[in-house]
């Protein structure tokens, strides 16, 4: 059973930085995409960032290139997003997602086929 756990979510005053991880259990993940999204309220749910576990290639929203950058550590099983100069508009639940190999776009929700519950990302101003 694919388990992916979000965390290191938290309150930041604007300017500040957060890395969030997604532990990843339940099978073996080579090839797949991994993704992170975010869900503000009454929004619907964005792309943020991509990471493909085997080649290490990422691709990033245009609202958080520059400032986010994903990763991931094979020998934890782990995804992070490191998120830099974070502004309020940035606030949003932000989930961890896993996506069998397959040709991706641009980041559609419907790409993936496994989720976490989400961690919560507050940015002041």
């Known amino acids: 059973q694919v388990q992916l756990v979000e965390s290191g979510g938290g309150l930041v005053q604007a300017g500040g930085s957060l890395r969030l991880s997604c532990a990843a259990s339940?099978?073996?993940?080579?090839?797949?995409?991994m993704g992170w999204f975010r869900q503000a309220p009454g929004q619907e749910r964005e792309f943020v960032a991509r990471?493909?576990?085997?080649?290490?290639?990422?691709y990033y929203a245009d609202s958080v290139k520059g400032r986010f950058t994903i990763s991931r550590d094979n020998a934890k099983n782990t995804v992070y997003l490191q998120m830099n100069s974070l502004k309020p508009e940035d606030t949003a639940v932000y989930y961890c997602?896993?996506?069998?190999?397959?040709?991706?776009?641009?980041?559609?929700?419907?790409?993936?086929?496994?989720w976490g519950q989400g961690t919560q990302v507050t940015v002041s101003s």
């Open positions: 997602a896993a996506a069998y190999p397959k040709t991706m776009g641009s980041g559609s929700v419907n790409e993936y086929d496994y």
């Open positions: 339940g099978r073996t993940f080579t090839n797949y995409y």
């Open positions: 990471v493909n576990w085997k080649s290490g290639s990422t």
